[in-house]
């Protein structure tokens, strides 16, 4: 392997120095090792401003998507910076040998900074000079890797690291996002939508993924029968000293009762809100399991930050294809795709037409679960028949 470019040198940074004071790791210390142009940070801080310029993306023959562009407002430090968006293993999981050849990567052709991860879960390698883009993409293939996510495509999945490190996991949350990149990856690697669509795998109602208020389309495990109670386990438990009775009030539909001796949940009572069982190892959730898909979350857009709307309440899991769940998403992504405007959002777009109108169109039969939240008003209330299709009384 050819040696790093030489490293670039730094004028005075008085306030970037001002940041490696502490025991803490400094952020600074770090970038000083590298050859990222420092004095755009110094300058930012000196001038309250940020010195980099618009972003966009850009498309080489045969790479569609991986590419970002930052322009600089400061030409006579940098004149911008390109980087490469890594697609990573599901779940982030990487070998040491595996990461260590993208440092190479990063130390031979780029600033020999990687940004792990970008908020949308890629590996980002900085400041690429725009002749050498194509070569790192042709090393992070010969590595088993590839690039994507920018643009207005499915951009890379975020999932959480489900049955592989944690106790609460429902379902594959890794699997998932597997089939997920066999079926979908044309539509990651070549932007077709009218704006990018972002899709979070939680494998439980916990949703460390943050996949309700940060993803186009959620995908969060669920259960639909009652947790699950180990007698024996948990009168250990509470011999041990804890607290179920607390445990029991605290419930947010009161289906818990203990009469100090025994614990019973009410099944249809349950909301599966996972709170007794991250509180209690002796219970656990349930066996029926699948997954529930949420639309049109995001932070940014026209309309400003919108929580997810549940679309289908369960949808039953069928490995290693998928079949029905990513039959749905590709309905969904038609639907956006043809009836969205221009740089619309998917969560604008659903905000703009409805949720009645966009299961129409998705072809997903209206459920009470696609209530945003309870009525307020308590005199209106539906005819006996239910929520659905009911007449009105006033
Ligand atoms: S979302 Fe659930 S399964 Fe996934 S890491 Fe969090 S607690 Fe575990
Ligand atoms: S999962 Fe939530 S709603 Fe269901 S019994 Fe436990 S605390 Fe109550």
């Not at 029968?225 to 804890?242: C, H, R, S, T, Y």
């Not at 169109?361 to 696609?370: D, K, N």
């Not at 005819?383 to 009105?392: L, Y």
Request: hydrophobic fraction near 40%; charged fraction near 25%; proline fraction near 7%.
């Amino acid at each position: 392997m050819e040696a790093p470019r030489p490293a670039e040198t730094h004028g005075p940074t008085p306030l970037c120095d001002e940041l490696e004071r502490g025991p803490w790791p400094s952020h600074v210390t770090e970038l000083k090792k590298t050859r990222y142009h420092l004095q755009m940070y110094e300058e930012s801080l000196s001038r309250r401003q940020t010195q980099w310029g618009f972003g966009g993306y850009v498309s080489l023959p045969g790479v569609a998507a991986g590419f970002a562009i930052r322009a600089s407002a400061r030409p006579e430090i940098t004149k911008g910076a390109n980087f490469v968006r890594v697609l990573p293993p599901a779940g982030n999981f990487y070998s040491a040998a595996m990461l260590s050849k993208v440092c190479d990567i990063a130390d031979r052709y780029a600033y020999g900074l990687l940004h792990l991860h970008s908020t949308g879960g890629n590996i980002e390698i900085l400041g690429i000079p725009t002749e050498q883009l194509l070569e790192v993409v042709s090393a992070l293939n010969a590595q088993g890797l590839d690039v994507g996510s920018t643009g207005d495509a499915y951009r890379n999945t975020v999932e959480c690291v489900g049955p592989a490190r944690c106790d609460a996991a429902l379902i594959d949350t890794l699997g998932i996002r597997d089939a997920w990149f066999r079926r979908f990856l044309d539509d990651v690697q070549f932007p077709r939508f009218p704006h990018k669509l972002k899709v979070k795998i939680s494998g439980c109602p916990n949703d460390c993924t943050r996949a309700v208020q940060k993803s186009c389309i959620a995908l969060i495990g669920v259960f639909r029968d009652a947790p699950k109670i180990n007698g024996e386990q948990l009168a250990v438990w509470v011999g041990e000293g804890g607290d179920i009775a607390h445990v029991a009030s605290m419930c947010p539909p009161r289906a818990m009762e203990w009469d100090g001796g025994r614990l019973t949940i009410d099944a249809e009572a349950c909301t599966h809100c996972m709170y007794c069982i991250n509180k209690c190892p002796a219970i656990r959730p349930g066996d029926d399991r699948g997954v529930a898909v949420l639309v049109g979350s995001k932070l940014r857009g026209k309309y400003g930050p919108l929580l997810g709307r549940v679309l289908v309440p369960f949808v039953p899991l069928t490995p290693p294809a998928y079949t029905e769940l990513f039959d749905l998403l590709h309905r969904i992504d038609e639907v956006f795709d043809e009836h969205a405007r221009r740089k619309e959002r998917l969560g604008d777009f659903l905000f703009r037409i409805g949720i009645d109108e966009f299961s129409r169109l998705v072809g997903v039969e209206p459920s009470p679960h696609q209530m945003a939240e309870p009525r307020s008003n308590v005199f209106f209330h539906w005819a006996a028949g239910g929520p659905v299709g009911g007449e009105k009384e006033v």
